[in-house]
């Protein structure tokens, strides 16, 4: 199933959490906050949603500044 990260689309397989496209993705976990379909989902939960053809997911890496 096909489904857009940050903009580009991505293929993964049926039945994947958050946490499965994470995963496949490379990602540190540490300092993201993941959003499906403009709703943010708390990282106890990466495991437990998964994700549907055509969801929209935001990923957004937390940065340093100053």
Known sequence: MTINVNN????????S????????????????AVA?????ISKEKWDQIFLDDKDQVTIIQATQGG
Do not use: F
Not at 8 to 15: A, G, K, M
Not at 22 to 28: F, T, Y
Not at 36 to 40: L, M, S
């Open 8 to 15: 580009q689309l991505q293929s993964i397989t049926e039945n």
């Open 17 to 32: 959490s958050i946490e499965t496209l994470l995963e496949q993705l490379d990602m540190i976990t540490n300092g993201i």
């Open 36 to 40: 499906i379909n403009n709703e943010v």
